[in-house]
């Protein structure tokens, strides 16, 4: 496994002595040592603008298409036409829905969600909304899965855009996204797919899902961070969200950061050739984590158990809270998440557990590991031990457990 040690040399993990055993690759992945030398490359040698018409800039161009070309591969985009860079996957949420929410205006001013998308596409309805938009947010089942029944009640002729995730980043839920596109289909809507922590762990096809915008995020490629893209299938209409040059054909305008777009590119392209692999490898790891840690008194999966992302495992404990559990777990230097209290500066558990039906006090339990490449089966024992222990430690400290 050299591909596992240059991963772990690079991150700062030590092979063999279990130093670090980083469980949050939903947050941040490390670039891919393959994609890196290309980066690298391409700060060095590749400074050229993609709109410029000398030689520098046309091999700039050329460089800018290929990476164009590779993403379009990914997720079986009819040409690399389809693919708008941006620069994140928050960047690509906004563009999709208040680019087609405001394009498609004389359709209606209606937009729809799931209860459980992520803050940059409710915030964008939400912005939307203060326009004069109606919102109608899609309840989610207790396992994070949309409801079908309601989704099609609640789309009319003056919806412009749905948004539904392909997969869920807090609960590894995956969406049912063909029955869900046909339904949007059958009323003639657009139906726009975040797909940020699904892809390069599940095989996605925008043409035979029925998607129409789709949005993509590098690092979560193992690319490097500071780019995005947004599929727009031939025939949709947007309008940009940044003005100015004219760039990515007048969707996104400002000068595309060329070695993070090319480092996607090659990300991709790796993402497609060794994600099966990948997928399976991590299944088994996720699966016996679940097996495992679900032993522990008072510990609940939060999401599906089958139509999950095969790199995630969440859980909810009773009695203790995530931010504690976090801190502790990071103790034994193993890095996980929590769902539950806020990057966002607020005590509100997360929107998603509170989606499926926790009640505030379970949300706040939660912990969610995503793994990646540099996990493996040998790390479970001492992780479970970890978890095991950091929930004793937290009960015996909780009013709540009395
Ligand atoms: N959508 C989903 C599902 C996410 O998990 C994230 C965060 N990784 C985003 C969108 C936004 O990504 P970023 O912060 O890189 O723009």
Same mark, same amino acid.
């Given at each position: ?113 799931? *209860? ?11 912005? !939307? ?86 949005? !993509? ?77 679900? *032993? ?49 500066? *607020? !005590? ?55």
């Amino acid at each position: 496994m050299i591909w596992h040690s240059m991963l772990g040399q690079q991150c700062g993990f030590r092979d063999g002595d279990m130093e670090r055993i980083y469980l949050d690759y939903g947050s941040s992945k490390p670039i891919d040592p393959r994609v890196l030398e290309l980066v690298r490359r391409y700060l060095e040698h590749n400074y050229g603008n993609p709109s410029s018409l000398h030689s520098v800039g046309l091999e700039a161009k050329r460089a800018l298409e290929e990476a164009r070309a590779k993403i379009a591969e990914l997720i079986n985009g009819e040409n690399e036409r389809t693919i708008i860079f941006t620069g994140s996957a928050t960047e690509a949420n906004n563009l999709a829905i208040k680019g087609a929410a405001l394009r498609n205006i004389g359709k209606g001013k209606e937009v729809a969600a799931s *209860t459980i998308e992520h803050i940059s596409v409710l915030n964008s309805m939400k912005e !939307l909304q203060k326009n004069g938009f109606i919102l109608n947010l899609i309840p989610v089942d207790s396992t994070g899965i949309v409801g079908l029944e309601k989704l099609d009640k609640a789309l009319t002729k003056n919806t412009t855009v749905t948004s539904i995730m392909y997969a869920n980043n807090e609960i590894g839920t995956i969406e049912p996204i063909r029955e869900i596109s046909k339904i949007v289909h059958d009323k003639g809507l657009y139906l726009h797919v975040d797909a940020t922590a699904a892809a390069g762990y599940i095989p996605i096809d925008v043409q035979a899902d029925g998607i129409d915008l789709l949005t !993509l995020s590098s690092n979560d490629l193992y690319g490097p961070h500071g780019a995005g893209a947004l599929y727009v299938k031939p025939g949709v209409k947007l309008q940009p969200v940044l003005l100015g040059g004219g760039q990515e054909r007048g969707f996104r305008s400002g000068t595309e950061n060329l070695f993070a777009i090319a480092g996607m590119g090659q990300a991709a392209r790796i993402a497609k050739d060794e994600m099966s692999q990948e997928a399976d490898r991590l299944k088994g790891v996720r699966d016996k984590l679940i097996k495992e840690i679900l *032993t522990i008194e008072g510990s609940y999966l939060t999401g599906h158990r089958t139509h999950r992302l095969p790199n995630h495992a969440s859980f909810r404990f009773n009695h203790i809270e995530g931010e504690s559990i976090l801190l502790n777990m990071d103790m034994h230097n193993i890095q996980v998440s929590t769902g539950s209290a806020c990057s966002s500066k *607020t !005590l509100e558990p997360s929107h998603v557990l509170l989606a499926i039906g926790l009640k505030h006090e379970e949300a706040h339990g939660s912990m969610v590991l995503t793994l990646g490449r540099s996990n493996k089966m040998e790390e479970i024992p001492t992780i479970v031990k970890a978890v095991e222990e950091t929930v004793e430690r937290l009960r015996k400290l909780s009013p709540l457990s009395k």
